[in-house]
């Protein structure tokens, strides 16, 4: 691997499709901008199609965008820029540490007096009263970022996921249709920001339907591989007692759901269905891997609208650290076998 001066002395390696899923979560998607940023350091993976969501949305779609311009270089280039232009604009945001969470060295903000009042207020007030002009601080970022003309072009497809408010189901947009109103949509919290209209119809944060999606990647992919990496904590030890602990799992439960159930079904079908041809023999066969780290549930969820330089690359490093972790243990697997253990899955049913 390219991460290891020996590696030069290496035969080339056979190539290897896979698929990326990319879970949002706030700031917290920086952790997926250091595991991308190392495996496109891997001249034998090559990425067939992302899905993604909120944080995994952006980072899909800047990626696809970089890659386009200067292959891998240029993905990685791109994913840098746009995190260091989130870290630049969020040196003008009221919502800030307090002092002694500096002092500590915390990257929570439940101290914060921004925070703490925009929190109150999301409770009580409606986005669209607060923010009547449905000014949202990403938009900016993503049309620097992103050649959102010719995503179209680009031979890594993208499955971007929004979640419909009148029906409540998630929509999938792909390549040609993704604008920066539909990477919005899929991280629009409809508690801080009005719901972002397209085609005539309103969207909320992908993640209630799909975080991410992994449905278009069965469906639509040559990679028989899936990468998910993994933001928002499945499991938590400790019971939540305080009112903003309790509110915190209830939506890490929720924005897992979705996936849970699609994972579930793929470990479902693995033990019911027989080799041969169809869409069910397609889902058995799926190979499933898994890129995590225990560290982002100790930051806390405030910490995912912290969004400060050091954080970020913090946050970056933690990433590219479980992404060689993962390619020292099992990238040799990539292609051959699963390395995530779904069915454990069938037996929470």
Known sequence: ?????????????????????????????????????????????????????SAGAMNAAV???????????????????????????ARFSPIQRSPLDRLMNRWSLDASPGYVMMDLLSRLVSPYNLNPFGHNPLRPLLEESIDFAHLNEADIKLFITATNVHTGRGKVFRNKEITPEVLLASACLPTMFQAIEINGEPYWDGGYAGNPTITPLVRESQSRDILLVQINPRQRLKTPRTAAEILDRLNEISFNSPLMKELRMIALLRQAVDPGAGEACRWASM?????????????????KLNAEGPFLRLLKQEGRDAADAFLAAHGDDLGKKSTADLDVLLEEC
């Open 63 to 89: 990626l696809v965008s970089g890659f386009m311009k200067g292959g891998a270089p240029g993905a990685r280039a791109a994913l840098d820029a746009y995190w260091e232009r989130v870290a630049e604009a």
């Open 287 to 303: 190979l499933t891997h898994r890129i995590h780290t225990d560290k982002l549930a100790e930051f806390g969820a405030s910490s």
């Open 1 to 53: 691997m390219t991460g290891n001066p020996a590696a030069k002395n290496e035969a080339p390696r056979e190539t290897v499709l896979i698929d990326l899923a990319l879970q949002g979560g706030g700031s917290h998607g920086a952790f997926a901008w250091g595991v991308l940023d190392r495996l496109l350091e891997e001249p034998w993976i090559k990425i067939e199609a992302i899905s993604g969501t």
